[in-house]
């Protein structure tokens, strides 16, 4: 079964409408482009100029839908309206015919026309001069120009003007989606470090606090008690200047405008001295020079993070916390006891490793924790160059490590979870 002809667009039949009505009024009138007596007008009656009049109008029609065959159809209506005493109607249609067919045509036929047009403007010129020897006869060639390459070549330019526009159209529309993702990946970014700040900051108090109150209210000796009572009411006071730290970075903005009381290296020996009074055996052991503010940040956060795990989750024993500045990286590696236990001193969530391996990819470092033999390690090396440019190129990376370091969080919590 042959398919069925598109149907015409509405602006295609107001044009065929407004050239046959322009046809039939010129018919009416008798206004015709060649008079009755001209030895070309071989049908020099009226209803024969009708013919081609009607078969352009029936092009036009499909000159979007179907622009090749309008205008083969079409060329072979100009061709025989030639033969008759001619109407100006179907000239102009047919030259929005050739127009149309290189706006709407393929690529290829859009191409090929103007220079096919072209080639038949130069012949019409030039044969009829080698044939009369005269110059009016180079007119045949301006007619045939004016009716094929004007309308061709006008309608390169338009096509060309049109695929410019769609090109910058969707220029602005990739670029409109590259900055909704840029803006939803800072987000999520932000999001995220607005977590690892919160959870670093409260954990590790809060863990001791729980711990403590435990041993307040299991253990019925009252220097026992009074010790626990001490140890939770310093963890209570520095979580809650933690908290207002916290407040401060939200209130003045983002990373690099930090207040100046963000944590340093300096501060690892009152944050042992501060786990070793919630009753971890800790040594410090550190070899380093001069260390740029994030990787500092980042390496006392993963030190707090580790000390936070071992209180809650370590076997008894010695924990380990060791820094060591090799060529251009900073190596962070705290061990501690790990075996058989029966079961956390306080819950986990898990976001503690999370956040540990995030800090590191947004620093451009790399990170692992895991069991190796009977101690629990945290691996981190954390790079001292180009840091600011390591963590642009590393913050999307590290949202997609995220979401894998939390399709891996019920996998963590058999070790040592945060």
């Known amino acids: 079964m042959a ?43 009226d209803w024969a100029t009708l013919i081609p009049l009607l078969v352009t109008t029936g092009c036009e029609l499909l000159r979007r839908t179907r622009p090749r065959p309008a205008l083969v159809i079409g060329t072979l209506a100009i061709v025989m309206d030639l033969f008759t005493r001619g109407n100006l109607a179907t000239v102009v249609m047919f030259t929005d015919l050739v127009y149309a067919a290189v706006v709407y045509g393929s690529a290829a036929s859009a191409r090929r026309l103007p220079w096919t047009m072209g080639a038949l403007t130069v012949l019409g010129s030039v044969v009829p001069f080698a044939i009369w020897r005269v110059p009016e006869a180079l007119l045949i060639g301006v007619a045939i120009g004016a009716v094929t390459l004007v309308p061709a070549s006008t309608g390169w330019v338009v096509r060309n003007h049109r695929v410019a526009a769609d090109a910058e159209r969707l220029r602005a529309e990739q670029t409109a989606l590259l900055a909704e993702m840029d803006r939803t990946q800072a987000v999520t970014a932000e999001r995220a470090r607005m977590a690892r700040e919160l959870h670093d900051m ?37 979580g809650l200047a933690e908290m207002r730290r916290l407040i401060g970075i939200l209130r003045e903005g983002p990373a690099e405008s930090e207040p100046a009381a963000t944590p340093t290296l300096d501060g690892l020996g009152t944050l042992v001295d501060s786990a070793r009074t919630n009753g971890l055996d800790v ?59 029966g079961g956390p001193r306080a819950p986990g969530s898990g976001a503690g490793l999370v956040g540990m391996r995030e800090r590191a990819a947004l620093l451009g470092g790399d990170f692992e924790a895991g069991p190796e033999g009977a101690l629990w390690t945290v691996r981190a090396v954390l790079p001292l160059n180009d840091v600011g440019e390591a963590r642009r190129v590393r913050t999307t990376q590290a949202v997609h490590a995220t979401q894998a370091a939390r399709d891996g969080r019920q996998d963590a919590r058999q070790g040592e979870p945060a």
């Open 283 to 341: 040594t410090l052991d550190t070899a380093y020079d001069s260390v740029p503010a994030p990787v500092e940040l980042a390496a006392y956060r993963i030190v707090q993070e580790s000390l936070t795990n071992a209180l809650k989750h370590a076997c008894a024993g010695r924990v380990t916390v060791r820094l060591v500045q090799r060529d251009d990286a900073l190596e962070v590696r705290v061990t501690s006891p790990y075996g058989e236990r």
């Open 3 to 45: 398919a069925s002809l598109p149907r015409p667009h509405r602006d295609d039949v107001l044009i065929a409408a407004g050239g046959l009505l322009g046809g039939l009024f010129l018919v009416s009138v008798g206004l015709h482009s060649r008079t009755r007596h001209d030895p070309v007008s071989v049908l020099d009656q």
């Open 202 to 238: 409260v954990a590790n108090h809060l863990s001791a606090i729980a711990i403590h109150s435990t041993a307040a209210l299991s253990i019925g000796d009252p220097k026992t008690s009074q010790d626990a009572l001490t140890v939770i009411r310093e963890n209570s006071v520095e």
